[in-house]
């Protein structure tokens, strides 16, 4: 099988009517996959929209499309878990983070004290790091990050080497992260799941990597965080081209691994 014959598998589910149209967001998805996979990768996406904790979708788009673009092969990000007791440490530390990472105080306070707009997001916000203003013109829908899988054998071998669990929302975030941050104009990254039943979340960027901190909100809490911190963005488009559309695949070779603090 040639390496341009990917195609990109997304998918998109709602509840009480489509997105834009009322609906409440409840679960996107995206890989890559062959042409011989793509029932599979068509079932993945379905079975993780239908059994999701956000609710029951009455609304779902799964579409797939073959690639043209040449495939960029990345390393993952280095991971870290931090551990903390409350939401109040969680996100202190993550300001802390975001500041070691170059995003100035001030912008990062300003970015947190607006979080009750991302509410209901499906996307992620773009926000410049010297007026903390919001750059990207998507509303609600945010930007997509898309095109961009880890196949399954390598994640887990890279999974077993570091004891990190084997689960899908850690290897779909630390794809979309590692993508993200190899963009220059990408300062860091803030995100935790708008799943009820996830509290993990992350700060991370191409110098401090990917920086896990076990509780950023509290259970039961629907409203999930992605904000691209974004910096010297000349071209807005260009970069969101980037996002959804650049074909990225992470592979992780054990012998040129490196340590973060
Ligand atoms: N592109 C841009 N934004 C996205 C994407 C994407 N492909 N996927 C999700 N988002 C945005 C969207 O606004 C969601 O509401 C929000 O992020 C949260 O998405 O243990 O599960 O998929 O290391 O719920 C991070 C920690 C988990 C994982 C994040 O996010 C770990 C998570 P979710
Ligand atoms: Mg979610």
Redesign the pocket.
């Known amino acids: 099988m040639q390496e341009n014959n990917f195609y990109s598998v997304r998918m998109r589910a709602s509840k009480g009517g489509s997105h834009g149209y009322g609906g409440k967001?409840i679960s996107?998805g995206?890989l890559l996959s062959t042409n011989s996979d793509l029932q599979q990768a068509v079932n993945v996406l379905l079975k993780k929209g239908l059994t999701h904790s956000r609710g029951k979708p009455d609304y779902m788009q799964i579409q797939f499309e073959l690639l043209n673009e040449q495939i960029k092969r990345l390393k993952p990000l280095n991971v870290k878990t931090n551990i903390v007791e409350t939401v109040e440490n969680g996100r202190e530390l993550a300001c802390f983070l975001l500041e070691k990472a170059g995003v100035p105080k001030r912008i990062i306070d300003k970015a947190l004290g607006q979080l009750t707009n991302?509410f209901g997001?499906?996307?992620?916000m773009l926000i410049d790091i010297y007026s903390g203003k919001r750059i990207d013109e998507r509303n609600a829908k945010?930007?997509?990050?898309?095109r961009m899988d880890w196949l399954d054998n390598n994640f887990k071998k890279w999974a077993t080497h570091y004891q990190f669990p084997q689960n899908s929302?850690?290897k779909?975030?630390?794809v979309?992260a590692s993508k993200v941050s190899e963009h220059h104009a990408t300062v860091a990254e803030l995100?935790?799941?708008?799943?009820p039943d996830?509290i993990?979340?992350?700060v991370a960027s191409k110098n401090i990597g990917y920086q896990?901190i076990t509780k950023l909100k509290e259970y039961g809490d629907e409203q999930?965080?992605?904000i691209f911190f974004v910096n010297k963005l000349e071209d807005v488009n260009s970069y969101i081209n980037y996002l959804e559309k650049q074909p990225v695949f992470i592979e992780w070779e054990e012998e040129n691994d490196t340590e973060i603090d």
């Open positions: 967001h996107g995206e991302c997001f499906r996307g992620a945010g930007v997509r990050v898309s929302r850690l779909e975030a630390l979309l995100c935790w799941s708008d799943d996830y993990t979340g992350y896990r999930g965080c992605r």
